[in-house]
């Protein structure tokens, strides 16, 4: 099958930018980012930015959808969580490489719209809740990799405990949207190691759920 040439510019992009896990790119290649934005923005699909899904919620620009996505070095044998559905659009990335994949999401709105693209795209090793994400998911923990696509102020502990030994999670780490960086923790016998992936921008983590 002959690349669409807009896909093919979006994939290039992601290369140049670091994206080199060529399954992190099939899966991208094959998702059709249209669905999950709304009305204006359904066309602009292969803008490398962040656009907008209402709720003031963003979906994540597809450059550090596949750079969070390459530093969680997940496999099928992995139970992952995520916290902040928004869209579906990482989720619909992350499901495929995964075992079962485990969403939370505060919007009911937002997950309820999320649910329905997924089942439509036939992922069917996804959970999905609406719920605060700073509690995590304790009854299906531990997981092996946790994806936090909100910005906190530090590696939230409550998540970090529901980590495998030998876990990943990834974690936009800052409360000042012009200063956050984007972290890789490791869950080690005795504590955790850390390494700083660079800079990045994402909506704040917000404790709570939205009624509705
Ligand atoms: N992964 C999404 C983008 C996430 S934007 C996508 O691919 O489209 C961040 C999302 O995190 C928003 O939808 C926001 O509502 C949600 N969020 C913020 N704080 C949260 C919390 N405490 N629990 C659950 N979701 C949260």
Not at 86 to 112: F, N
Not at 181 to 193: C, N, P, Q, S, Y
């Amino acid at each position: 099958m002959n690349l669409d040439p807009r896909m093919g510019r979006l994939i290039l992009e992601l290369r140049q930018g670091g994206v080199t896990d060529a399954r992190v790119l099939g899966v991208i290649e094959k998702l059709p980012r249209s669905i999950f934005l709304a009305g204006p923005f359904k066309d602009r699909w292969d803008e490398n930015l962040a656009l907008p899904i209402g709720y003031h919620q963003t979906v994540s620009q597809p450059l550090i959808v596949g750079l969070m996505t390459q530093a969680l070095e997940v496999s099928d044998r992995h139970k992952v969580l995520e916290i902040g559905t928004g869209s579906g659009y990482q989720a619909a990335v992350l499901a495929p490489l995964c075992r079962r994949l485990y969403t939370i999401e505060r919007h009911p709105a937002l997950l309820r719209e999320a649910e329905e693209r997924l089942r439509e795209l036939k992922l069917t090793n996804i959970t999905a809740v609406c719920g605060d994400g700073a509690a995590g998911w304790p009854e299906q923990a531990p997981f092996e990799r946790i994806l936090v696509a909100a910005a906190a102020p530090d590696v939230p502990p409550v998540l970090f405990e529901q980590l495998a030994i030998g876990g990943i999670m990834i974690v936009p780490i800052g409360l000042d949207e012009n200063d956050q960086r984007l972290t890789k923790v490791v869950r080690t016998e005795d504590g955790a190691e850390t390494e700083d992936l660079g800079p990045t921008r994402f909506v704040p983590f917000v404790d709570g759920v939205v009624a509705g």
